[in-house]
């Protein structure tokens, strides 16, 4: 006896599922990762917006001053807090105590997405200090130094030539803190606040799971980001580069002192006034 298929009725055969299962799994495999490089795409874009902004905040802020902010004042309120107004954030600048020693409240806890670069992701307070709100830019010592009042006439190498702030992240590297500059941790200097080009772009943080009495070589100090082969910064023009991380440095100042001017492209561009050219393969 033959059964037959009836008229009008039909369906896949095991095979005939198993094939499409696996086509949409391809799809899936060759779609996802398009999906990551659009969103990290979108992500850089908005970190290097977040920089822009900043730099012409500082701009603004030497407009009226006529000289940057320092990178820390007396009550160790940082270079970040003296920008707020011109970042759309008066309101949270005059509420401030800045006439008191920075601490941790209310104000100094808030997150600031301008701060935060997307691609660092996890939370608003930085867990390497003391309970302070995260930031995930640096500044330079050269541009913004504790209580300094230095001015653009300063930058004799030219502010097209000359680094104002760039990426740290909380992931590989312990970032920074937007409110100023936090003492406590162990050893851990003026690194809430500030960058220095002793070590490469992107080198790890190698003070272990804490900061930063472990961390005797300073690696704390160093410009790094979650975006791939470099960082981003705002030069001294308010103009944004991304650097890549292959960037020479002097392997001879690896260290956590100030850096000192030597002729290598990533010293050339943090030195404000060192003399040395700078070449348009730099960056």
């Known amino acids: 006896m033959r059964f037959r298929r009836s008229k009008g009725t039909w369906g896949f055969t095991l095979i005939e599922l198993l094939v499409v299962i696996a086509i949409i ?3 899936i495999a060759l779609l996802v990762p398009a999906v990551q490089k659009v969103r990290e795409a979108a992500a850089n874009t908005q970190c290097k917006n977040n920089l822009k902004q900043m730099g012409l905040a500082m701009h603004g802020f ?3 001053r006529k000289f940057f902010p320092p990178g820390f004042d007396g009550n160790k309120w940082g270079w970040a807090v003296y920008i707020l107004p011109y970042l759309e954030q008066g309101p949270l600048h005059d509420a401030l105590p800045m006439g008191q020693v920075l601490s941790v409240n209310g104000q100094t806890t808030m997150p600031l997405a301008v701060f ?10 930085n ?15 050269q541009i913004s130094d504790g209580n300094s009042q230095i001015k653009i006439l300063q930058i004799t190498d030219g502010t097209s030539n000359t680094l104002m702030i760039g990426e740290r992240d909380t992931i590989n590297q312990i970032g920074a803190l937007w409110p100023g500059r936090d003492t406590v941790p162990s050893g851990v200097g003026v690194a809430s606040v500030m960058g220095r080009p002793n070590w490469p772009i992107n080198t790890k943080y190698a003070g272990g799971t804490t900061c930063c009495a472990a961390d005797a070589g300073g690696t704390r100090f160093a410009w790094a980001s979650l975006h791939s082969g470099g960082a981003n910064f705002v030069f001294a023009d308010a103009t944004v580069h991304f650097l890549s991380q292959n960037i ?3 392997p001879n100042q690896r260290n956590a002192n100030k850096a000192m001017p030597t002729n290598f492209p990533l010293q050339n561009l943090y ?5 040395n050219p700078i070449t348009g393969v730099d960056f």
């Open 127 to 141: 867990s390497w200090f003391s309970g302070y709100a995260k930031s995930n830019y640096a500044i330079s010592e």
């Open 25 to 27: 799994a391809i799809l």
């Open 116 to 125: 935060m670069c997307p691609s660092d992701g996890g939370m608003a307070i």
């Open 271 to 275: 030195f404000r006034d060192d003399g």
């Open 248 to 250: 020479a440095s002097d």
């Open 62 to 64: 030497h407009d009226s």
